[in-house]
């Protein structure tokens, strides 16, 4: 007894620097998962959140029952399944021609300049969409398409255009950061493949189909399967900033992280908007259960857990 | 087969070439935007080039210090604080993730581990740091909820503590009689610059972008950082136009809010800083991305 005790004493000092990170995910990540019964209250702010009345899943109800509820599921699932798909097709096709480029300078510069979006805030990429799209002087409207003889367009007001363009955006914002993550896995490749193939004879578009593709599937299909896990949520930023919030595009652009937010902020209904952030939650980390699941099926090192 | 790689390379630079042009075009929209003058944006709208230079928009900007200066001071202030507070509790827990002797070790790190499977989301959030700790409205608004620590970067402090800090050096610094804060600080963080920077650039780059936060818990236009100041701009320019197609009449209103040009400038004052640091640590940043990213 005595003996662990100053043992543990020995490592107090330890145990008090780890003290602030832990509290702030006790405040910051535990006591909001507690909250999560919110979505079985009637909040009622005169009681207080613990003490409002139980409501049963009348939220869900609520929730389900409108057309809202189908609506942000197909879009935070199709939005991002093409994310997954396209975002990957050309992250690995530039990781590679980074590869290909023997310059060291220019592939830094690249890589630098593809970086850029990434490192910028949603609000100035819905500035510089706005640039291009905006009505009256938008680069578009007022100069591309008089060129081409088409007429303007009113981009925020017309939801078939906004899948397309929700996803140039994404592409443009993420390339860079994820052909960064390939090109990494790509320049771990052992030279000896290479080296051997070339002997071989092989031309280079052989040797990227038979040794730097199947190499690095296993980084592919980690990710992709990890992405898959977080598939349920979505880039607040991109879907409220780039459209403006606008409300004649919910159709197209109107997903769950937005929905929860203008439940909660715009329209008051606390009770539909925790609902819809329970479902969310709940989901999400059964997918990402199941996902871990296929990986760990796949390649054991890769598996989070 | 030299051929087939020159070819290679040629290729390759030449679609390299025009992703990057791509992905800078947007920049240029916005600084010739912002360089223009204001007439010349009404009529002709905007351009790659400005058709009439002018410097009026960053006039504009030195004539509201009072506001866009603020709001800049916010930002810089939260930067600097959110980041050093941080990527020091970052490192402390991470560091005591590391030290897989101490006792409960098993459960700290599930505990950790854990928020980056599972989160309450946005309303119980927002109630617990509305109702419980009554951020709304205070500086502690813009540095605490979600941006202050991750999981993720905790994680990633610790197995690099773990890969590159061998143990017996911890132990022979003890037997010498050093205290374990002063291992931690002298030794330990010295040899861990790399991550260091990594996660300090991430968190940095998170907090000077951070938008989210003012917008859920920010009212009070005193507390605006530069990119809630963006973000309120162009609503309330989306709400007028709203209003004045519905209403007829908004102009009066309209004459208090900054002109396209204007609004573009205080965007371009936005990104200077990243778009001006972030190429000198570029090499730090390819690297943590490599490093996290891949081996988690």
Redesign the interface.
């Known amino acids: 007894m005595k003996k662990t005790l100053s043992r543990n004493k020995a490592y107090l000092p330890i145990l008090v620097m780890m003290l602030p990170g832990m509290v702030y995910l006790l405040i910051n990540n535990y006591l909001p998962m507690a909250g999560l019964v919110i979505a079985f209250k009637n909040i009622d702010y005169s009681k207080g959140i613990w003490a409002s009345d139980w409501n049963g899943f009348t939220n869900f109800k609520f929730l389900f029952q409108t057309n809202d509820a189908y609506v942000i599921t197909r879009n935070t699932l199709l939005y991002n399944g093409a994310f997954i798909v396209i975002g990957l097709i050309c992250a690995v096709g530039v990781a590679i021609l980074l590869n290909e480029v023997r310059n060291r300078f220019m592939s830094r510069l690249y890589q630098t300049v593809m970086l850029l979006p990434f490192l910028i805030s949603m609000v100035i990429v819905s500035y510089l969409v706005f640039g291009f799209l905006g009505e009256d002087q938008g680069y578009l409207n007022h100069t591309l398409l008089p060129k081409l003889g088409l007429e303007p367009i009113s981009w925020y007001m017309e939801p078939k255009y906004w899948p397309y363009i929700l996803v140039l955006v994404n592409l443009w914002k993420s390339i860079g950061f994820n052909c960064v993550i390939y090109l990494a896995s790509i320049i771990g490749i052992d030279q000896e493949y290479y080296e051997a193939a070339t002997l071989d004879g092989a031309s280079r578009w052989q040797q990227i189909r038979k040794i730097t593709l199947p190499l690095i599937s296993p980084v592919i299909i980690t990710l992709t399967l990890l992405a898959i896990g977080r598939i349920f949520y979505s880039d607040f930023g991109l879907f409220y900033q780039v459209p403006m919030n606008s409300g004649m595009l919910y159709d197209t652009t109107n997903v769950i992280d937005t929905y929860v937010f203008r439940g909660l902020l715009q329209n008051n209904d606390i009770g539909m908007s925790s609902a819809a952030g329970f479902y969310q939650s709940v989901v999400g980390f059964v997918l990402v259960i199941l996902t871990n699941y296929a990986v760990r099926k796949f390649s054991k090192d890769n598996a989070l857990f | 087969?030299n051929q087939?790689?020159g070819i290679?390379?040629w290729?390759?630079?030449i679609?390299?070439?025009v992703?990057?042009i791509?992905?800078?075009i947007?920049?240029v929209?916005?600084v010739s935007?912002s360089l223009s003058s204001e007439d010349s944006?009404?009529q002709?709208?905007?351009?790659?080039l400005p058709k009439v230079f002018s410097l009026d928009a960053y006039e504009y900007l030195t004539g509201n210090m009072s506001v866009i200066g603020r709001a800049y001071g916010i930002t810089v202030i939260v930067t600097a604080i959110g980041t050093a507070v941080s990527l020091l509790?970052?490192a402390?827990?991470g560091?005591?993730?590391s030290?897989k002797?101490?006792?409960g070790y098993k459960l700290?790190t599930f505990?950790?581990?854990f928020?980056?499977?599972?989160?309450?989301?946005?309303?119980?959030?927002?109630?617990?740091y509305t109702?419980?700790?009554d951020v709304k409205n205070t500086l502690w608004a813009l540095l605490?909820?979600?941006l202050?620590?991750n999981?993720f970067n905790?994680l990633l402090a610790r197995s690099f503590f773990i890969n590159t800090i061998p143990g017996p050096v911890l132990e022979s610094a003890k037997i010498d009689g050093a205290?374990?804060?002063r291992i931690?600080f002298q030794m330990v963080l010295p040899l861990s610059l790399p991550i260091m920077a990594t996660i300090g650039l991430f968190t940095g780059?998170m907090y000077?972008?951070?938008?989210?936060n003012g917008?859920?818990y920010i009212t009070d236009q005193k507390l605006y950082s530069i990119?809630i100041l963006?973000?309120q701009i162009?609503?309330n320019i989306?709400a007028l136009k709203t209003a004045s197609s519905a209403y007829g009449d908004a102009s009066a209103n309209a004459a208090e809010l900054p002109g396209?040009t204007a609004?573009?400038a205080i965007?371009v004052i936005?990104?200077l800083p990243?778009?001006i640091a972030?190429?000198f640590f570029?090499r730090f940043?390819?690297k943590g991305?490599?490093?996290g990213?891949?081996k988690?």
Request: overall charge negative.
């Open positions: 087969m087939d790689k290679w390379q290729v390759s630079h679609i390299l070439a992703f990057c791509l992905c800078i947007p920049f929209l916005l935007a944006i009404l002709n709208g905007y351009a790659f509790m970052t402390m827990l560091y005591g993730l030290r002797e101490i006792p700290y505990l950790v581990f928020t980056l499977l599972f989160n309450g989301g946005l309303v119980p959030t927002y109630l617990v109702q419980m700790f605490i909820p979600g202050l620590m999981g905790v205290g374990e804060y931690f780059i000077w972008n951070d938008w989210n917008l859920i990119q963006l973000n162009m609503q989306e396209e609004r573009m965007a936005g990104v990243i778009m972030y190429p570029q940043f390819v991305i490599a490093g990213a891949v988690g």
